[in-house]
């Protein structure tokens, strides 16, 4: 073959290849957000919950356990990781709009629509329906009775469904159907749409209601388990020397039962029985074992829909929760059960299957750690970093820390304007309470030295050894949010 016809025979290879070989593929984001849900997967290993599909999910991504939300509340912490801000710069109570700068800033769904994908919302992603309406090209919610209410507490009961403050039980056990489940529904509808849109990069969030108060869900999950077989909290004492501030009462407190006041002077004289306690954690047990069979379901259409090998999975909860540890049933506080959440996320294209990173996340950095994963361009004007890096090298040692704060909503309280900023490294929780309304004066501290158990025992604040250690943390609360 002479110079000339190689040429030529080359130039039309390559042009053929080129047309002929399929453009890499946008990977797909399935987002998986539960309500009020603490690390207590089996695969975790704390609690005995059955939950074989979130396992298996855990078994083929990458955990990470020290991951910690920005706000121990829903609504400002769903704003905080889909807009990527932190709820400081923000504005703890959530609301995009109360800020004129970022009325014009591209969320985590917005983001993924401007590059190409068809971006769908299922349940509560949002607190509110209406938050961000324009970053989606699909929206479902349930509502109740076709009215426009949406059942934020979901019951499956009729009855139930009809009552009214502390008229409501805080536990649901009932033969409906499964079908009478928002959780269900809205996870048929996320089917159908991954149906409709399996030949489209889409980028989906799923936002089940359970296992938040009430502990609703089919009786099949309840008869998982036998009630005398569950064991109560053995940190069920509040810290010692601990906040005597604003943890005073119980969300468990607005339901059924449970009705003292939201404005009890002190949750420290108020605590369930042992019985009580144990049908509560059942209920909770009951309810996640619900979602994980739900979770099943959508994994399972994804691997009918030859789509496992192209989607993103992320499986998170919006916040901790406490099941009587320290006295708190519910979540409103800076404590690690509070903050600390479940975050596993499955990439298809990584290898490290099934292990585990002990690095410190904060749900901020899931924004631009997605746009890195899925390879499009970085968002602009967020607070959070990709732990890209962690994927390729779970065991990389990272100096960073994890950070929150806390400021409750019982108004005309003489704590209400006290704000708890809080600090998670791997041997302490310093938590330091500021009236953000007087010169932000440090009106309380809280030191914890944490053990294995992750729990906060004795505040050691006041002692001498520990002055060094509570200086350079309260320095770092300082740095990190730009006093």
Not at 287 to 305: A, F, M
Not at 325 to 331: N, Y
């Amino acid at each position: 073959m002479n110079f000339k016809k190689f040429f030529i025979f080359t130039f039309f290879s390559v042009i053929y290849l080129s047309c002929s070989s399929p453009a890499k593929s946008k990977l797909n984001i399935l987002m998986i957000i539960v309500d009020d849900m603490r690390p207590d997967i089996s695969a975790w290993g704390k609690e005995n919950i059955k939950t074989p599909n979130i396992d298996h999910l855990v078994n083929q991504g990458i955990s990470f356990k020290r991951a910690y939300a920005q706000y121990a509340n829903c609504s400002p912490s769903r704003m905080s990781f889909l807009t990527g801000i932190s709820p400081h710069r923000l504005g703890h109570e959530g609301r995009l709009s109360d800020k004129k700068q970022f009325e014009t800033h591209t969320t985590l769904p917005g983001h993924f629509k401007d590059n190409g994908y068809y971006t769908a919302s299922f349940g509560k992603v949002y607190h509110s329906i209406n938050d961000d309406k324009s970053s989606w090209d699909y929206i479902y919610d349930v509502k109740l009775n076709d009215s426009h209410e949406i059942p934020w507490e979901s019951f499956a009961s009729e009855i139930n469904q009809q009552l009214k403050g502390h008229n409501r039980p805080a536990i649901e056990s009932t033969k409906e159907p499964i079908e009478s489940y928002n959780d269900t529904k809205i996870s048929i509808d996320v089917m159908d749409q991954l149906e409709k849109n399996k030949d489209n990069p889409f980028f989906m969030a799923v936002g089940f209601r359970k296992p938040h108060l009430p502990f609703a869900a089919p009786q099949k999950y309840w008869d998982m388990y036998k009630r005398e077989n569950i064991k109560v909290s053995k940190f069920a004492d509040a810290p010692i020397n601990g906040d005597s501030i604003v943890y005073q009462w119980s969300e468990l407190a607005s339901y059924n039962k449970y009705s003292e006041s939201y404005f009890s002077n002190n949750y420290r004289n108020s605590k369930i029985n042992f019985q009580d306690a144990q049908e509560l954690r059942h209920g909770y047990y009951a309810c996640i074992s619900y979602i994980d069979g739900l979770v099943g379901s959508l994994i399972n259409k994804l691997k009918e829909l030859k789509l496992s090998e192209n989607t993103i999975i992320i499986f998170m909860s919006d916040h901790g929760y406490h099941l009587g540890e320290q006295q708190i049933w519910g979540k409103h506080s800076s404590y690690e059960l509070s903050t600390n959440i479940p975050l596993v996320i499955y990439d298809p294209s990584q290898k490290n299957k099934g292990k585990e990173c002990l690095n410190f996340i904060e749900l901020i950095d899931i924004y631009p750690t997605l746009a890195e994963l899925s390879e499009i361009k970085s968002p602009a004007n967020v607070d959070g970093q990709s732990f890209y890096d962690f994927f390729n090298n779970p065991e990389k040692v990272s100096q960073k820390s994890a950070y929150s704060q806390y400021q409750t909503f019982q108004k005309n309280r003489t704590f209400s304007n006290y704000m708890a900023y809080a600090i998670y490294t791997k041997d302490f929780n310093y938590i330091e309470w500021q009236d953000i309304h007087n010169d932000r004066d440090v009106v309380q501290t809280e030191l914890y030295a944490m053990s294995d158990s992750r729990i906060e025992n004795v505040n050691v604040n006041n002692e001498p050894k520990f002055s060094k250690i509570k200086k350079e943390l309260s320095l770092k609360i300082w740095e990190n949010f730009e006093f």
